[in-house]
T-cell receptor
Framework: AQKVTQAQTEISVVEKEDVTLDCVYE???????LFWYKQPPSGELVFLIR??????QNEISGRYSWNFQKSTSSFNFTITASQVVDSAVYFC???????????????FGKGTHLIIQP | SQTIHQWPATLVQPVGSPLSLECTVE??????LYWYRQAAGRGLQLLFY??????ISSEVPQNLSASRPQDRQFILSSKKLLLSDSGFYLC??????????????FGPGTRLTVL
């Protein structure tokens, strides 16, 4: 069985602070993919990143960066110099390539509600 | 790029009434389609997925059903709603793909309140 844990239910920081959202996952598959999505108040999930289990290089996209560490089964997300527009619920998700194939969906964490105060 | 439409955006229904939520997609052919539900304070739960017309797989037992009458249309239904069916329903797709590990793109969602 797969599991994604986002231990931080809610984080509140002041604008311009850096903030890291934690994600810990569990899977028995050796080939899997990790995702981060942003859910603003409007509700629609916005795709941020997809990373496969064989690529442990950290990734940076503007103010966003991701730290993937297989040794600790973590895929953490950092926002540098946070802005009010970053306020949202952020979801970490996992999808594994089962030996039986198929089109199963993503396994999501429960999300972290990020509040950026002006 | 693909676009996902969901209708209606918001719905308030009494317990025991029927339900029909629609998801239509543009800009892609032969997508895998998914229905998720997000209950208050919880993450997203996969309800159904479809790899093609008429092909539906259910992930959890429930009083909901899904159908895919056309390649780009995915419908979520219920004959009698329960209070526990309240939530935010999201339709998602992986474009022209048979791999669950491809990126899923989500529609705007339907917020359902059952009273």
């Amino acid at each position: 069985a797969q599991k994604v844990t986002q231990a931080q239910t809610e984080i509140s920081v002041v604008e311009k602070e850096d903030v890291t959202l934690d994600c810990v996952y569990e899977t028995r598959d050796t080939t899997y993919y990790l995702f981060w999505y942003k859910q603003p108040p409007s509700g629609e999930l916005v795709f941020l990143i997809r990373r496969n289990s064989f690529d442990e290089q950290n990734e940076i996209s503007g103010r966003y960066s991701w730290n993937f560490q297989k040794s600790t089964s973590s895929f953490n997300f950092t926002i540098t110099a946070s802005q009010v527009v970053d306020s949202a619920v952020y979801f970490c998700a996992l999808s594994a390539l089962y030996s039986g194939g198929g089109a199963d969906g993503l396994t999501f964490g429960k999300g972290t509600h990020l509040i950026i105060q002006p | 790029s693909q676009t996902i439409h969901q209708w209606p955006a918001t719905l308030v229904q009494p317990v025991g009434s029927p339900l029909s939520l629609e998801c239509t997609v543009e800009g892609t052919s032969n997508p895998n389609l998914y229905w998720y539900r997000q209950a208050a304070g919880r993450g997203l739960q996969l309800l159904f997925y479809s790899v093609g017309i008429g092909q539906i797989s259910s992930e959890v037992p429930q009083n909901l059903s899904a159908s895919r009458p056309q390649d780009r249309q995915f419908i979520l239904s219920s004959k009698k709603l329960l209070l526990s069916d309240s939530g935010f329903y999201l339709c998602a797709l992986t474009p022209d793909s048979k791999h669950s590990t491809d990126t899923q793109y989500f529609g705007p969602g339907t917020r359902l309140t059952v009273l």
